[in-house]
């Protein structure tokens, strides 16, 4: 392997040094992008693009060669990967959401689940390597996977939404059946992270996407335990070293106090909380990385450049921000304004690294 | 007008003693209701509903004539009645959401809108009026709006949704035209408020269902403000009294410090925050209401009462806690769960208050 030529990110994530805060975007290689469209249109479908190393590697350095400021790279890929190695059948009708051809939503569905023979998500593995080496050390990649909260969400609806009643219903009525789907993919992603890591992931994400949707003592029992399991899961990588991870439970900010006992090295923030505010709240136990509102990016690259630096100011001197944005980047998104809030952050961040 | 015999609702709204907790739910009159969706079928539309002065006062009295342990009711109406009178022009497609025949999103159309003539509302006072005869003083008729922010991301979009980018973007891009349109909307809905007031309701509600979808920043100046200013333009009643008014922005528990300050009585909680830590926050600045997920009522009867003990112990002993649900009821409830509920609020609220 090349060694890295940028450690920035990984620095900022573990709280050390940094000339300047580094930044990505999430979903920082999408729709967004014209080179992007052109692959998924040769490749046929968006699953097409994940189950196949080769076009998961093309869509992974679009961005990177597009934008010379990012300072981090992440595997091309979906959370529902795991459900869909588990046998759910993971499927996308045109324009609409992710949907799963047969749900775990009743007793005998539930007890039926097991962690899945990893071989299923080789396609994953693979990919990692393949663009690991791609990337030749530009800049770090990081493997990721979705909660197991939220793929439950999934997994008991059998498609997106965004009040869940199934799956509350099941929590509040037969909490017991609910612990083991979330200890089946607490169990899963552990193997499942780990062997991205193996792969060559350089820092680990966990989506919690939907964690949001939970009252505070649901979240601390049936989101965010089973994310300190996993957290505590990882193994270090082939060199021995330890490999840094990010928790992001959007929506999630009313419980950061919360998320930062368990062990993660970085909190993700959606735009809700002012990340001064944000730090505060959680001294010096973990690195925080966000939170422009992705919809600013719709607007002028001087209203970018005005909300970049509010949010560098608002977290102010020091090390341990790796900025981002609060969510995914949008699909209507101009690249040369995302380009714009690139150079932003490389412009006024300096300042605050002196 | 017959004197009120159970002003516990109020007085809790107002921070003052009372026997117990007083409960009411929102969307207490809906479709979970077999005697509503009875009175929808013979009305044609959930429009018709609450055009009709005698519909809406029909389905208003339902949850009451039901439930005994109810302490409120609440005017049928929408908030979208607003911007309807500005005419734009609301309109409902079968299993769609709202929806809007033209919208006010460039220059042109926004600096058209005016305060409507609150004629155009007529049908809602005359609905406060008879609702509140035929209530007969059993307990007190809130009325109520949307918040402007809120009713803005209707006028915009042209319909609802969930990340606003039409809105956002002219917020960041030309926050002088969405300032236009916040400003319309408050001077209407302190036109439309107190118009309510006069017509008879005791308490008034303003529901900011989409301000959790703003950075911590853009709630104060384009959602919490404006609410404000409504805040300080009511008027009393036809007695002379204080009408007790309450603030209710889903998703923004995080800013709960900010809402306290702005002359509201009483704040509405989601079920993401924990209710003993918002008291906390605010001190004795605001009564609170809420907080229970409405999912729970999709559960048993043990659920529920377990999860209301805990909601009662979390706030503790003392004054100023109205029960209700975190957000509206969900069609799919049974509604002998929604009689739980409301039974143990009663049963388990007494210890808090001797």
Chains 1, 2 share one sequence.
Not at 328 to 339: D, H, K, M, S, V
């Amino acid at each position: 392997m090349t060694a890295l030529q940028n450690d920035t990110f990984l620095r900022a994530l573990l709280r050390q040094p940094t000339d300047y805060t580094p930044v990505w975007m999430m979903r920082q290689a999408g729709r967004y992008l014209p080179e992007y469209r052109e692959s998924r249109k040769t490749a046929g479908s968006f699953l097409s693009l994940c189950k196949s190393p080769d076009f998961a590697t093309e869509v992974t350095l679009q961005p990177l060669d597009r934008y010379p400021l990012l300072d981090a790279s992440i595997l091309f890929s979906d959370i529902l990967t795991v459900p869909d190695a588990m046998g759910l059948g993971l499927y996308f009708e045109e324009g609409e959401g992710p949907k799963f051809e047969r749900t775990a939503s009743d007793e005998a569905s539930i007890r039926a689940l097991e962690v899945p023979d990893m071989t299923k998500l080789q396609y994953v593995f693979d990919a990692v390597s393949q663009i690991r080496k791609a990337i030749n050390g530009r800049v770090p990649l990081i493997g990721f996977a979705g909660s197991p909260w939220t793929l439950a969400t999934y997994m008991v609806e059998g498609k997106g939404g965004t009040d869940f009643l199934n799956t509350k219903k099941l929590m509040y009525a037969r909490p017991e059946l609910l612990h083991h789907i979330l200890e089946v993919n607490a169990q899963t992603i552990i193997q499942y992270l780990n062997a991205q890591i193996a792969s060559g992931a350089q820092a680990v994400m966990i989506f919690d996407s939907w964690g949001g949707a939970l009252s505070h003592k649901a979240y601390i029992k049936f989101s965010l335990n089973y994310m300190q399991k996993i957290v505590a899961g990882l193994t270090k990588n082939n060199d021995g070293c330890k490999v840094p991870s990010i928790v992001f439970t959007k929506g999630g900010a009313l419980w950061l106090e919360a998320q930062a006992e368990i062990g993660a090295d970085a909190l993700g923030l959606d735009w809700a909380v002012d990340i001064g505010q944000a730090r505060k709240r959680v001294g010096d136990k973990v690195a925080l990385q966000g939170n422009l509102d992705p919809a600013i990016l719709l607007s002028t690259p001087e209203a970018i450049e005005k909300e970049v630096v509010s949010i560098l100011a608002s977290y102010g001197k020091g090390h341990g921000h790796v900025f981002n944005l609060g969510h995914g980047i949008t699909q209507w998104t101009p690249p040369e304004n995302a380009a714009a809030m690139l150079a932003a952050v490389r412009k006024h961040s300096k300042q605050y690294h002196q």
